[in-house]
């Protein structure tokens, strides 16, 4: 047949004809290409689904049903499908295709088939329709045949495929689909490989799921099948289990059933070593083929194996590109995630500066501009190289039991990494003297002037009164930012900005916040300090955590408050909230510079955008809890200053004298200088505000030659980008797509390895069965459940306990309405925990999966002493 309109032989097709054939028709179509045995057929292309549709007038009434279709009432969405999917029954198809079909068909040999479905959106890179649409096995004759077809058509349209593209945003408007017949194999084993570990993400493994007869019982979970895991460098079997698969999927005269497996093979291996060995070949060389990591099934008849369907896997966290491909072992950790909590995304713009802030703070100027193999990107998120830690083994422990650790997970699955992986890492080092002159040779000599400068800042903290402690750190901070404001009026050319944003905002990252910390560092140890001195004497040490309540100096907490008296002065006067009111512009002058996420360059800020702040301030109003917060504030502060004398008398009516004046003295002093712990941050997040305040200048200036659309499309391009002459506006659409994508990932690693194995957090953190995480403030609580992704998503009710990922300054006006706190990041000295404590709130921080794990409404008792939680509804 010369003229085929409606159908394609599958050896004649290749990735060029995706849109006509579908991702999975292509992808036979290439895999043939590439000399892999795969069964014989054919493919109706998309025009054949089209010409069905148009014939029985179906798109029409597809137009009508969708129109006002609510993307969250699946209950609608099963009825809708249901109308869709029995107007394809009820149609014909037309004679022109159906002579197509049986031409093809009978050429193939009018074998037993199977028909599936290969839509043009299935099987991407970076979507996954897997098991959304139907499949037949073992289809006989031609009736049999264009029934199926009709049915695999209507499968697009299958309830769970519907609302998996409503939810995604895809048009439904322009889809199409093709159909795969296919000439059965008589199966008496199948199974699916993957040619990168899904489960951990190695791309250095195989995996391969087998077990007997036809695939359907694996795929449809009935059977554990046996299971290998492979060295794709050299084939080597490193893993094996057999499992005991007592059914299999078998042919019979129309479609297939499920059968029991003759006993004597239950715990029989369905693959013996020479074809795991076979099937990994086949692996490789479809992974090579397509570039890119394979899902394949495959079976075997007469110890013959096909490959029956490739689709890229979907799920894996990307691979970190290692410069010339080194086959060394390099284990890097999530930079922000374990220095401020945050596993979102950064947007490119703030990709760019913090990548650039850490090789100017690090490397001089001679190696900035040359590539970073210590610095690493992926998914808007920045890794770092700390492979070297595995020399420093002694130290491990400390390191594991750090209390500064921002995120305690973080550092103990990297150490997991670094024990596993000793005597690999042991056997590739560099020798120690050989590292040392590297570091020094590119080492940035600005650092160790910042350290110097740091010394008198530290001795300043400890010869001189907390008072003029406190005020030295606030004026150094504020000259900072005076500093910058006329640094920024001296700017007029654009490279003048650019320089500007790139030169002095990597000071303001790192070594201006950390020399703020200098001047308090030592009242971090003030606590542990005043627990040893109560624990020589035998008191209690549990009241400690009262005298973290109500901390002054904290500007955090002071928003917090200020906001709540906002509320009160409004509500009394019988005023809204609005932007342009004297008391919220007042609040937006001073904290303005604040945001969701705020250490992001690309991330606008609350006086862009005072929607949050406005909503905060009538949350309260609504139910005036700004009493109750107010009046919890200052109790809070009372408690603390009681506990300070009580503890002092006891120490006095033990005789130890001496001792009750040192503690007194330095339980009063942690408590005037610790809340300074959050001015750093404040003075980097005011400073990346006003380089983004140049930022958008420098947009306003691109949207006046037409690169871009807005001054807001900035934050989603490169510096790089700024510099070039080209039109921006197709990469911002890109990346703004790519980031919004990002937003929404569930699980981000916490450390990734150069085989791109991923670890998303310490294996004894991996209980299934326990809600138990870091507790990180005392007290018991119960609660109904509120689970936010971010702090503008909604509001919380008096008492809820919060469960979210991660908390930052931006979160902190919410702690005043809540009853407790779970975070799946983060520890004790993180900063959900350190202001739970200051508010007396209940928390656990470091809780594995806790948004996915509790559910909204839940009612839970929370106990923030042990860091388990309760189900009690």
């Not at 009508?64 to 993307?71: M, Q, V």
């Not at 890179?125 to 959304?132: E, H, K, R, Y």
């Not at 330095?666 to 300074?676: A, D, E, T």
């Not at 509790?854 to 860091?867: A, P, S, V, W, Y």
Request: aromatic letters at 8%; charged letters at 30%.
């Amino acid at each position: 047949m010369k003229n085929k309109n409606f159908t394609k032989y599958l050896q004649d097709i290749s990735q060029r004809d995706l849109l006509r054939v579908g991702a999975k028709a292509s992808n036979l179509g290439e895999m043939i290409k590439a000399g892999l045995p795969v069964p014989k057929g054919f493919v109706l292309v998309v025009d054949a689904y089209k010409r069905f549709i148009t014939f029985n007038k179906i798109n029409i009434r597809i137009k009508e049903l969708l129109k006002d279709l609510d993307n969250n009432d699946f209950e609608s969405i099963k009825i809708i499908s249901s109308k869709i999917k029995n107007l394809f029954k009820q149609g014909e198809i037309p004679d022109d295709l159906l002579t197509e079909i049986n031409q093809l068909y009978e050429h193939i040999g009018s074998f037993e088939v199977v028909v599936r479905s290969s839509s043009t959106m299935e099987d991407s890179p970076i979507t996954s329709f897997a098991g959304q649409y139907d499949s037949f096995l073992n289809v006989k004759g031609k009736e049999q045949l264009h029934k199926c077809i009709k049915q695999c058509w209507a499968s697009l349209w299958n309830a769970r495929a519907l609302s998996y593209r409503l939810k995604q945003n895809i048009n439904n408007s322009e889809l199409s689909h093709g159909i795969i017949i296919q000439k059965i194999i008589k199966a008496e084993k199948s199974g699916v490989l993957f040619t990168a570990n899904p489960v951990n993400s190695r791309r250095d493994q195989i995996l391969i799921n087998s077990s007997w007869g036809l695939g359907e019982a694996i795929v449809s979970g009935i059977v554990t099948p046996d299971q290998w895991i492979v060295n794709k460098k050299n084939y080597k079997i490193l893993e094996e289990k057999i499992s005991s698969k007592i059914i299999m999927s078998f042919r019979k005269d129309s479609g297939t059933e499920f059968v029991d497996v003759a006993k004597e093979k239950w715990k029989q291996s369905s693959l013996d070593e020479n074809e795991v060995y076979k099937l990994s070949k086949l692996a490789q060389i479809a992974e090579d083929h397509f570039g890119f990591p394979q899902d394949i099934e495959w079976v075997c008849c007469n110890n013959k194996f096909y490959l029956v369907q490739s689709r890229p896997i979907t799920t894996l966290f990307p691979k970190l590109e290692i410069k010339g491909n080194s086959e060394k072992l390099r284990v890097y950790i999530n930079f922000l995630l374990s220095d401020k909590v945050m596993p979102e995304p950064l947007t490119p713009i703030g990709e760019d500066m913090w990548k650039k802030a850490l090789k100017y703070n690090i490397l001089n100027r001679k190696n900035r501009n040359k590539p970073t193999p210590f610095l690493k990107s992926a998914t808007g998120r920045v890794f770092i190289d700390a492979t070297e830690l595995s020399r420093l083994e002694r130290w491990w422990d400390k390191i594991r039991n750090n209390p500064s650790n921002m995120d305690p997970e973080t550092m103990k699955a990297l150490l997991e990494v670094l024990k596993r992986n000793k005597k690999e890492l042991k056997q590739q080092r560099k020798p120690l003297i050989k590292l040392i002159m590297n570091i020094l040779i590119k080492f940035n000599p600005s650092f160790l002037k910042f350290l110097l400068t740091s010394i008198p800042k530290t001795l300043y903290g400890v010869l001189f009164s907390s008072e003029k402690v406190v005020a030295r750190a606030y004026e150094f901070g504020k000259n900072q930012i005076i500093y910058l404001e006329q640094k920024v009026k001296k700017l007029h050319t654009r490279e003048e900005k650019i320089e500007f944003i790139e030169k002095k905002m990597p000071e303001f990252l790192h070594f201006i916040p950390l020399q703020i910390v200098f001047y308090v560092g030592m009242s971090f140890t003030y606590i542990d300090k005043a627990r040893k001195i109560m624990t020589k004497h035998q008191l209690d040490t549990s009241e400690l955590s009262k005298v973290e309540k109500s901390v002054p100096n904290n500007v955090t907490t002071e928003m917090g408050m200020e906001l709540l008296k906002i509320a009160q002065t409004l509500d009394k006067s019988g005023e809204k909230p609005t932007s342009e009111h004297p008391e919220v512009r007042k609040f937006l002058n001073k904290y303005g510079h604040r945001a969701y996420l705020e250490v992001d360059l690309g991330v606008h800020r609350w006086k862009e955008d005072p929607g949050y702040v406005i909503n905060l301030i009538k949350s309260y109003m609504g139910n005036k809890s700004y009493n109750e917060g107010i009046k919890k504030f200052y109790q809070g502060k009372k408690e603390a200053e009681k506990v300070i004398q009580d503890i002092t008398l006891q120490l006095k009516e033990k005789g130890a004298y001496r001792d009750a004046k040192k503690l007194k003295k330095i339980l009063k002093n942690y408590r005037k200088m610790f809340g300074v712990r959050e001015l750093p941050k404040y003075i980097m997040v005011k400073a990346i505000s006003i380089f983004r305040r140049v930022l958008l200048e420098i947009g306003e200036e691109l949207v006046a030659e037409e690169r871009i659309d807005d001054k807001q499309d900035i934050s989603f391009i490169s510096f790089k980008d700024i510099k070039s002459e080209k039109r921006l506006q197709q990469l911002v659409k890109q990346n703004r797509k790519k980031y919004q994508r990002e937003l929404k990932r569930s699980f981000v690693p916490r450390v990734v390895t150069s085989t791109g194995e991923t670890i998303f957090s310490a294996s004894d953190n991996k209980r299934d069965n326990e809600y138990k995480g870091i507790p990180v403030s005392p007290g018991i609580c119960e609660g109904q459940v509120k689970i936010l992704k971010h702090p503008e998503d909604g509001t919380v009710k008096k008492g809820d306990i919060l469960v979210t990922k991660a908390t930052n300054p931006a979160w902190t006006p919410l702690f005043l309405k809540i009853g407790g706190l779970i975070t799946e990041m983060g520890g004790p000295m993180s900063h959900g925990s350190v202001v739970a404590r200051e508010y007396g709130i209940p928390a656990i921080a470091g809780m594995r999966e806790a948004t996915s794990r509790f559910k909204d409404g839940q009612i839970i008792r929370l106990n923030g002493e042990t860091g388990k939680v309760e189900i009690l509804d």
